[in-house]
C-alpha cells in the first residue's frame, strides 16, 4: 500500500506485468506496420512512461512527437477539452498512432483524433496502455489496448494523483473504505 496526499493505494498491475504488456503491444505494431510511414504522438503528461518503454520496442522507420491536452482535476474527468498543444509534426501521409496511458470516457481521445485527422493522415489509430470499457462514452475504441480495466481511480506508471505518483513503476489502485475494488479483463 502507497499513500498519495489524503488517499491510499494498492499494487493493481505490477512492473511485470506491464512491460510484458507493452512488449506484445510492440510486437503487434511491429507487425502491422512494417513498411509503413508512422508517427507516434504521445500525450502528456500521462504517457510518458508507456510511451518511452514502448518506443524502446518499436523496431519502425518512425517518427514520434508529443503533444498536451488536459481534462482531468483531482480523481475525476473536468469533461472539458483544452486544444491540443504542440504538434509540429507533418501528419499527412503518415499512418499516425496516439499513444495514451488510459483511456477511460474517451472524451480526449476522439477530440484528439477528430483534430488530427483534419491534417489529413493516411490513418490514425489508438494504442493505450489502460482502457475503462464500462466508462468509455466516445466514437472510437482504442486499437490497441494493454489493459482492459474496471472504473476504478489508479496512479502510477505516467497516471496521477493532484500530479502526484507519476513516477510510480506500477500501477496503484484507490482504495475505499479499506477495500480495493479493481479488476483486470
Same mark, same amino acid.
Request: hydrophobic share 40%; glycine share 8%; charged share 25%.
Given at each position: ?7 491510499? /493505494?494498492?499494487?493493481?498491475?505490477? #512492473? ?17 506496420? #512494417? ?21 524502446? *520496442? ?11 491536452? @488536459? @481534462? ?7 469533461? *472539458? ?21 488510459? $483511456? ?12 488530427? @485527422? ?21 466514437? $472510437? ?11 476504478? /481511480?489508479? $496512479? ?9 505518483? *507519476? ?11 479499506? $477495500?480495493? *475494488?479493481?479488476?483486470?479483463?
Amino acid at each position: 500500500m502507497i499513500q498519495i496526499n489524503d488517499k491510499s /493505494f494498492d499494487v493493481f498491475i505490477s #512492473r511485470e506485468d506491464i512491460q510484458g504488456k507493452v512488449e506484445t503491444l510492440a510486437a503487434q505494431i511491429n507487425a502491422d506496420y #512494417r513498411d509503413k510511414n508512422v508517427l507516434f504522438i504521445a500525450v502528456l503528461n500521462g504517457s510518458f512512461m508507456f510511451a518511452s518503454d514502448l518506443m524502446k *520496442r518499436i523496431n519502425l522507420d518512425c517518427e514520434i512527437s508529443f503533444v498536451k491536452v @488536459s @481534462s482531468y482535476v483531482g480523481t475525476s474527468s473536468t469533461g *472539458r477539452i483544452d486544444e491540443l498543444i504542440g504538434l509540429n509534426a507533418d501528419v499527412s501521409d503518415k499512418h499516425v498512432i496516439i499513444i495514451e496511458d488510459i $483511456v477511460d470516457t474517451g472524451i480526449t481521445i476522439d477530440k484528439i483524433i477528430t483534430l488530427i @485527422s483534419e491534417e489529413q493522415p493516411l490513418s490514425v489509430k489508438t494504442c493505450t496502455l489502460l482502457y475503462k470499457p464500462d466508462a468509455f462514452k466516445g466514437k $472510437v475504441k482504442p486499437h490497441y489496448v494493454g489493459f482492459a480495466i474496471s472504473n476504478t /481511480f489508479v $496512479v502510477g506508471y505516467g497516471l496521477d494523483y493532484d500530479e502526484k505518483g *507519476r513516477n510510480l513503476d506500477e500501477i496503484f489502485q484507490l482504495k475505499e473504505n479499506g $477495500v480495493t *475494488r479493481g479488476e483486470i479483463n
